[in-house]
């Protein structure tokens, strides 16, 4: 069975600062992984895939990941965060193998401060 | 035009009662699902739908019962409302790669 951990429930980070938000993954086969970000009272939107080939992906709004198969993670990062980023963000993993439901972390809380 | 949608946005109602949420997708998938979002903001998938049929039920109370009319659809059901029955829905679709869009949610609160 997949699962998602992310390390960091809450991360609080001063505005232009870089943040690095956490996800590990478990799964004995081979996978797809989405960061996804939910803004208060809003649904989901994806921020960026990793399906296959270059291991760093760009998503919106600035955002990039990186997948480490050795390490198993999927960790996002932004250069210099704005206070529009303050939001819950969501890694999630799902098989290759078809449209499967997404398992997803328990979120990160990101507060931007001015 | 949005992609996904769901309605009722909001929805309050009193423990027993029996309510319904509705899902629309204008994408062309052929796969749809609904989720929950508990008051910690976990998601959980509840149920997944391929062309109209029934592909993932996960332990879920059978007082919740979807109804796929057409691809486009995924309706929830739920039976007997109770007070843990609270929480946010969402309804998402994929075709291909299973990149997932979302529908806004609807916010269940049982009194």
């Known amino acids: 069975a997949q699962s998602v951990t992310q390390l960091d429930s809450q991360v609080p980070v001063f505005e232009e600062a870089p943040v690095e938000l956490r996800c590990n993954y478990s799964?004995?086969?081979?996978?797809?992984l989405f960061w996804y970000v939910q803004y208060p009272n809003q649904g989901l939107q994806l921020l960026l895939k990793y399906l296959s080939g270059s291991t760093l992906v760009k998503g919106i709004n600035g955002f990039e990941a990186e997948f480490n198969k050795s390490q198993t993670s999927f960790h996002l990062r932004k250069p210099s965060v704005h206070i529009s980023d303050t939001a819950e963000y969501f890694c999630?993993?799902?098989?290759?193998?078809?449209?499967?439901?997404?398992?997803f972390g328990k979120g990160t809380r990101l507060s931007v401060i001015a | 035009d949005t992609a996904v949608s769901q309605t009722p946005k909001y929805l309050v109602t009193q423990m027993g009662n029996d309510k319904s949420i509705k899902c629309e997708q204008n994408l062309g998938h052929d796969t749809m699902y609904w989720y929950k979002q508990d008051s910690k903001k976990f998601l959980k998938i509840m149920f997944s739908?391929?062309?109209?049929?029934?592909?993932i039920n996960e332990t879920v109370p059978n007082r919740f019962s979807p109804k796929s009319p057409d691809k486009a659809h995924l309706n929830l059901h739920i039976n007997s409302l109770e007070l843990g029955d609270s929480a946010v829905y969402f309804c998402?679709?994929?075709?291909?790669?299973?990149?997932?869009?979302f529908g806004a949610g609807t916010r269940l609160s049982v009194l």
């Open positions: 999630a993993v799902s098989d290759p193998s078809g449209n499967t439901p997404l398992v």
């Open positions: 998402a679709s994929s075709r291909t790669e299973n990149i997932q869009y």
């Open positions: 799964s004995s086969v081979s996978v797809y």
């Open positions: 739908y391929n062309n109209k049929e029934l592909i």
